[in-house]
């Protein structure tokens, strides 16, 4: 069983930054393809970034390309996602989540482990 742990959310205002940490407990980290998701109110949740078991394979959602840089630390069994130039259009809940599978999609049905989540909210 693998317990995710999101932090960094916050208030912030438009055109500015955030870095989001996920930090993985009670597996392997390094075995799994790790993702972002976000979910804003009213809305179902959405796929923003995925990477790879090494980071040798990374996707963004469209919306997000250019904007947010996903990362992990395998040491430190962390995964990250920096977030520049903020728009009160990713105002939403951030979600980490683990797949075992090598090249997930997506889907959040292909996510096995979710974190709680963590706050985002831009103000205009």
């Known amino acids: 069983q693998v317990q995710l742990v999101e932090s960094g959310g916050g208030l912030v205002q438009a055109g500015g930054s955030l870095r989001l940490s996920c930090v993985a407990s009670g597996g392997t980290f390094s075995t799994y393809a790790m993702a972002w998701f976000r979910q804003a109110p009213g809305k179902d949740r959405e796929f923003v970034a995925r990477?790879?078991?090494?980071?040798?394979?990374?996707r963004y959602a469209d919306s997000v390309k250019g904007q947010f840089t996903i990362s992990r630390d395998n040491a430190k069994n962390t995964v990250y996602l920096q977030m520049n130039s903020l728009e009160p259009e990713d105002t939403a809940v951030y979600y980490c989540a683990a797949a075992k599978t090598l090249l997930p999609g997506i889907g959040s049905d292909g996510y096995l482990y979710w974190g709680q989540g963590t706050q985002v909210t831009v103000s205009s």
């Open positions: 990477i790879t078991r090494n980071s040798g394979n990374i």
